[in-house]
Antibody
Framework: EVQLVESGGGLVKPGGSLRLSCAASGFTFSNAWMSWVRQAPGKGLEWVGRIKSKTDGGTTDYAAPVKGRFTISRDDSKNTLYLQMNSLKTEDTAVYYCTSVVVTPTLDYWGQGTLVTVSS | EIVLTQSPGTLSLSPGERATLSCRAS???????LAWYQQKPGQAPRLLIYGASSRATGIPDRFSGSGSGTDFTLTISRLEPEDFAVYYCQQYGSLCTFGQGTKLEIK
């Protein structure tokens, strides 16, 4: 059974940093492209960024609102995905979901999400 | 960036009725890289349809997707009580973007 479990969310002040983790199991993590998607309270889904498998180059892509502030990385030896968030803004407040591309060509598995609140 | 516009914003129907949800893209979605997700309150989204018309594993056949280019449709042939939720379309042909969602509510 595929499982994605996010951790690391919490309350942080504007300008601060936070690192989210996503522990993956039930599939070959090293082969999977992984993404982060966020959802502000009461709002829709917003793609944050992705990291390809090392076989496919291991490169990253980001949405415009987070480019230059957020960094996605992976540790295939630990089956873990990371999201390093710097220079946080109040508008980054959201539930952050870890997602994987395993069976289909798109985001077919999702974690339950972790809440990040940016507030003074 | 490809912008996806979903309509209507809210759809009020009764169980047993047919639901038709629309998703329009600001430019052509390559190779029909268009997906649909269902999200219920307090839950993560669930993939329903990918490649515009292929059902994901375990999705009932009352859910169907169609369309190409810039116009796509999700149809639920006969609504069950558990189908009332928010639905999002997503394109994954050029990075990734989501529509703003359609809320399907009980009439």
């Amino acid at each position: 059974e595929v499982q994605l479990v996010e951790s690391g969310g919490g309350l942080v002040k504007p300008g601060g940093s936070l690192r989210l983790s996503c522990a993956a199991s039930g599939f070959t993590f090293s082969n999977a492209w992984m993404s982060w998607v966020r959802q502000a309270p009461g709002k829709g889904l917003e793609w944050v960024g992705r990291i390809k498998s090392k076989t496919d180059g291991g490169t990253t892509d980001y949405a415009a609102p987070v480019k230059g502030r957020f960094t996605i990385s992976r540790d295939d030896s630990k089956n873990t995905l990371y999201l390093q968030m710097n220079s946080l803004k109040t508008e980054d407040t959201a539930v952050y979901y870890c997602t994987s591309v395993v069976v289909t060509p798109t985001l077919d598995y999702w974690g339950q999400g972790t809440l990040v609140t940016v507030s003074s | 960036e490809i912008v996806l516009t979903q309509s209507p914003g809210t759809l009020s129907l009764s169980p047993g009725e047919r639901a038709t949800l629309s998703c329009r893209a600001s430019q052509s979605v390559s190779s029909s890289y268009l997906a649909w997700y269902q999200q219920k309150p307090g839950q993560a989204p669930r993939l329903l349809i990918y490649g515009a018309s292929s059902r994901a594993t375990g999705i009932p056949d009352r859910f169907s997707g169609s369309g190409s280019g810039t116009d796509f449709t999700l149809t639920i042939s006969r609504l069950e009580p558990e189908d009332f939720a928010v639905y999002y379309c997503q394109q994954y042909g050029s990075l990734c973007t989501f529509g703003q969602g359609t809320k399907l509510e009980i009439k």
